[in-house]
């Protein structure tokens, strides 16, 4: 079976390529940028040359596919608005897979969208939705809470660094997944039914992840709190200038967190990676890494003075 998958150079894209190929299904990955997605190519994607902000683009990568799993979603760096990539482009998306007899078509939300549509971004995702669900495509959204891959600059290391981690006040707990893990829950519904609830084992506060990574680093973490009101004026600012909506717009974003939604645990028969764990893999690795380092460094040392 062929899959075209869209955003395959993020963080969630990319594993769920390499466990499509590792399943033995043939993909092909629509991306914006040839070079940087060149790694896609090496593991032995097909990679085309599309963008979902250039509808013209789309169809040609569709000819022999039987799924679409789209992964894509604008970046705050991005030039293009939330609104171009994340509604216009995926209504176009949507209208060629609807001519391209497309067996089956995936799609990503974000959990607890539907308590918080005044946040630009989750609006245009649960307008989607409404779309997706008017048409007799055979589909699934899967919703997400977060991934651990993307606390590793938010929270290890500013602590490994010493560097200030900062925090909104009222932060609700979240169930992180392991993206690997979420990538064969996604390519298993392939052939089998499942949850399009993509949440982890245990749900966690910021403030537990910074205790967890003090205890595993052995450095005490630096934290301050960003103040509403100043949060608010910065969402503002932004809006001000369009090349800077997008930044706006993750700030606001950032407000979900706020608000308490009610975490439903994964299937039991799941075995899910925990985030101890893969801190714990983490933390390891870049400690041994740094006693190396500071061995090496040290030997360096000892030459240079016997010479």
């Not at 779309?131 to 602590?159: E, M, W």
């Amino acid at each position: 079976m062929s899959i075209l998958i869209i955003g395959g150079t993020g963080t969630l894209g990319r594993q769920i390529v390499k466990r499509s190929l590792d399943e033995g299904y043939q993909v092909r990955c629509l991306v914006r940028n040839l070079r940087r997605s060149s790694f896609l190519k090496d593991w032995g994607a097909e990679v085309v040359y599309g963008d979902l902000a250039i509808p013209e683009t789309i169809p040609s990568a569709l000819k022999g596919v039987r799924v679409v799993i789209d992964a894509s979603t604008v970046r705050p760096t991005d030039d293009y608005s939330a609104e171009k990539i994340d509604w216009k482009g995926k209504i176009a998306l949507l209208e060629a897979v609807k001519l391209a007899n497309i067996r089956k078509f995936i799609s990503f939300s974000f959990y607890g969208a539907s308590q918080n549509s005044s946040i630009p971004l989750l609006d245009l995702k649960l307008k989607f939705a409404r779309t997706l669900s008017k048409t007799n495509l055979n589909y699934t959204i899967f919703q997400c809470a977060g991934f651990f891959q993307g606390l590793i600059n938010q929270y290890a290391i500013p602590t490994l660094e010493k560097q200030t981690i900062w925090l909104l006040n009222e932060m609700s707990p979240t169930a992180y997944i392991d993206t690997q893990d979420a990538a064969k829950i996604i390519v298993d519904s392939l052939n089998s039914k499942t949850s399009p609830i993509l949440l982890g084992i245990k749900a966690w506060t910021p403030e537990s992840i910074i205790r967890l990574c003090e205890r595993l680093s052995g450095q005490t973490a630096k934290i301050s709190y960003i103040p509403n009101f100043l949060l608010i004026i910065l969402q503002k600012f932004f809006r001000l200038l369009e090349f800077t909506w997008n930044i706006s717009d993750r700030l606001q974003f950032s407000e979900v967190a706020k608000i308490p939604n009610q975490i439903k645990t994964p299937e039991e028969n799941l075995e899910l990676l925990g985030l101890e764990q893969y801190l714990q893999d983490y933390f390891s690795k870049i400690l041994k890494k740094l006693k190396e380092t500071n061995y090496q460094q040290s030997q360096q040392d000892k030459d240079i003075s016997f010479l």
